[in-house]
Structure formats: structure tokens, C-alpha cells
């Protein structure tokens, strides 16, 4: 049972723009804090950004000025809008978000299945 799909990503060269989409599925109750994290090659997971249901936002510094984080609440979805690429944002990155799946269930932590950013130089 999938409950985030992401969109997006690929090839671009540096200072080039990509633009990465996550829904989670329609069916799920409540979506609240949506984030994307990245993986490169030897490296472990890190946050980028994150949006709560509220619109706060939050970056990692190396991304700061050049990604942007959104969400529409009511499509379920978070996008993110990643501007003035550089070759060190290549990783594989992953849609991450809080879901009450059901009214009486509680929020858990879910993961998407990733999608490959690559920058070349």
C-alpha cells in the first residue's frame, strides 16, 4: 500500500533548475509535516527542507536561497523547486511526510521511494 509517490528529477547541468513532487495518497486522513531528505553515494541521509500543515519552513544551509519547499494541502502534495543546482546536490532524494493514514490511527513516518538527482558539471 503506497502512500507517497514522487515526481520528477533527472539530468540537468550546473545552475540549471529541477523541480520534485510527492503525493501522498488520497485516501490517507491528515498530512502533516512534509520534507525532502537526500542520500548521495558514501554519504547518509540528510534533511533538506521540510513544510508543517501550517506553512512553516525550514532549510538545510547548503540549499538555503536556491530551493524553495511548498505544499498544497489540498491536493496531499509537497513540492520542491530546486534552483542554481550545483554538482554537489546530486543524491537520491526522498519525500518524506507525517500521515495519519486513518481518523484512528495514529501519525506515523513515511518514506518515498526516491528519485535520482544528478548534476553534472
Known amino acids: 500500500q503506497v502512500q507517497l509517490v514522487e515526481s520528477g528529477g533527472g539530468l540537468v547541468q550546473a545552475g540549471g533548475s529541477l523541480r520534485l513532487s510527492c503525493a501522498a495518497s488520497?485516501?490517507?486522513?491528515?498530512?502533516?509535516?512534509m520534507g525532502w531528505y537526500r542520500q548521495a553515494p558514501g554519504n547518509q541521509r540528510e534533511e533538506v527542507a521540510s513544510i508543517t500543515s501550517g506553512g512553516t519552513t525550514n532549510y538545510t544551509d547548503s540549499v538555503k536561497g536556491r530551493f524553495t519547499i511548498s505544499r498544497d494541502n489540498a491536493k496531499k502534495m509537497v513540492s520542491l523547486q530546486m534552483n542554481s543546482l550545483k554538482p554537489e546536490d546530486t543524491a537520491v532524494y526522498y519525500c518524506n511526510a507525517d500521515l495519519q493514514v486513518r481518523a484512528y490511527l495514529r501519525s506515523r513516518n513515511y518514506w518515498g521511494q526516491g528519485t535520482q538527482v544528478t548534476v553534472s558539471s
Open positions: 488520497e485516501t490517507v486522513f491528515r498530512v502533516n509535516t
